[in-house]
């Protein structure tokens, strides 16, 4: 009999897809989401365990509490933790930079609604989060440009530059694409470096100088072979000089790339564990302001702000009744950029009964990550964006679509499908938009958990 309920009460659960009125999606999410007491054997032996045995930090600025820094309480964790552990958070603003190791799971930090902290750093992620079973309720992750940088916000000029893994930074080398003025300028630095063929040019035209260098050493090396050993042994020196100071100059150029990306970015959070859960949390960057990493993930009542491929990574997600918004009024901007390198990976960004706003109609709703990548809009609520909706940023050669997976099921607005000319995306049939409109895209039943 006990078995029966726990087997029916795990089918209600995967079946939870998300209601089409907005005015249900509480309701609805509460039913679907119950406390881990009352869902014994489903869920998560560990986690169930976890919450069993509660743990409070508290942490407050005037000295009140266990300690005035998150970092110091996460400190207070050991590693190997088994507990759930709460990280009270106090009012306030917290700059410092924040790291949950992979070897504390079941960390919850916790603010109040109506004093939520303000966790924010300059110059890499504020919080970076390693483990598993994460929860964070009422905080406000938030991340500035570094000081160097100016005050003026920089992240137009430097764009694709700082994307370490992506062909652009290949092909910077070459086309050093300069702010101009209020234009942004990565448009021109993609068709610059167009697809995967560009960036094996790009790559091949910056290292040319060393080979091309390399192969006039070996040149004069067979001239002076000809000649007398001791001009050979000079010969030599004078290669090995060479050698080095390419190396040199390689060193001085990564080092360029690693402090322009530095500068640019503005990661408020990046997240690798997996089975985390955001719930009333605000992302406030520029560019790069959600690396969503890995692992499965919920983010429902949150705000996440930007202006450049602000969410983004290779975890498979559900953002619920979310508010998107695009900070810059001009050029180019972008929303997702959900990076996924083939089929078989089973990452992608869900969007559901959330609300993209913004006043710029530049701004594509997402862009490639790399060759596969996947984001649905669902049931959403999409407001001025660019009228081609989706770019497919450096893999035209794939063709419109042939492996993108950029969906969109019932959104409304001015810019939901229907009124866009993309070629990139396409509108989902209610039997296709299933799977995803569902806790069971991330697997919820065996580890979400309702806010704290
Ligand atoms: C959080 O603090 C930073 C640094 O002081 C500030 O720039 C930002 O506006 C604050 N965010 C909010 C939402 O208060
Ligand atoms: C390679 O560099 C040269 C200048 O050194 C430039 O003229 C050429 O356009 C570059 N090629 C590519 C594919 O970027």
Redesign the pocket.
């Known amino acids: 009999m006990v078995a029966l309920a726990v087997l029916l009460a795990a089918a209600v659960l995967v079946s939870g897809t998300v209601p089409l009125h907005k005015s249900q999606l509480e309701a609805w999410f509460h039913q679907k989401v119950k406390p881990c007491t009352e869902r014994k054997g489903i869920i998560d032996h560990a986690l169930l365990i976890a919450e069993l045995n509660k743990r409070v930090i508290k942490v407050m600025k005037d000295g009140s509490g266990d300690c005035k820094t998150i970092s110091d309480a996460i400190k207070m964790i050991p590693a190997g933790n088994t507990k759930r552990v709460i990280v009270h958070i106090g009012p306030g603003?917290y700059?410092e930079q924040v790291r949950i190791e992979k070897t504390k799971p079941f960390v919850t930090l916790f603010g109040l609604p109506s004093s939520m902290p303000?966790l924010?750093y300059s110059g890499g992620a504020t919080v970076v989060v390693e483990s598993e079973y994460f929860m964070a309720s009422n905080i406000?992750f938030?991340n500035?440009p570094l000081e160097s940088s100016g005050n003026k916000i920089d992240w137009k000029s430097n764009d694709l530059k700082s994307k370490g893994e992506d062909a652009s930074s290949q092909a910077q080398k070459n086309s050093s694409p300069k702010s101009s003025g209020n234009k942004i300028d990565w448009k021109r630095n993609d068709l610059k470096s167009k697809g995967e063929d560009a960036s094996w040019h790009a790559q091949k035209n910056s290292s040319s100088k060393p080979s091309e260098k390399k192969s006039k050493g070996a040149h004069a090396q067979t001239q002076a072979q000809t000649e007398t050993q001791k001009q050979t042994q000079t010969q030599t020196q004078a290669q090995t000089q060479t050698q080095t100071q390419i190396q040199k100059q390689t060193q001085t150029q990564t080092q360029t790339e690693t402090q322009a990306q530095a500068q640019t970015q503005t990661q408020a959070l990046k997240i690798s564990g997996d089975k985390a859960a955001f719930y009333s949390c605000?992302f406030?960057g520029i560019r790069d302001t959600l690396h969503d990493e890995q692992g499965r993930h919920l983010f429902k009542d949150c705000t996440i702000q930007g202006a450049l491929d602000f969410i983004y990574g290779s975890a498979k997600s559900l953002y619920l009744n979310s508010k998107v918004h695009v900070l810059a009024d001009n050029g180019l901007t972008s929303i997702v950029a959900p990076d996924r390198s083939s089929k078989s990976k089973d990452t992608g960004f869900v969007f559901v009964h959330c609300d993209v706003t913004g006043t710029n109609s530049e701004t594509y709703l997402g862009r490639a990550g790399s060759t596969h990548p996947q984001a649905i809009y669902a049931y959403s609520n999409i407001g001025v964006i660019n009228p081609a909706g989706w770019f497919n940023k450096l893999h035209p050669h794939q063709g419109a679509g042939t492996n993108t997976e950029f969906l969109e099921y019932m959104n409304q607005g001015p810019g939901a499908k229907t009124s866009k000319s993309d070629k990139f995306s396409k509108s989902l049939s209610a039997s296709e938009a299933q799977s995803f409109i569902s806790l069971s895209y991330i697997q919820a039943s065996t580890w979400l958990l309702p806010a704290p």
Do not use: G, L
Request: aromatic share 0%.
């Open positions: 603003v700059d303000n924010t406000i938030s500035t605000k406030m």
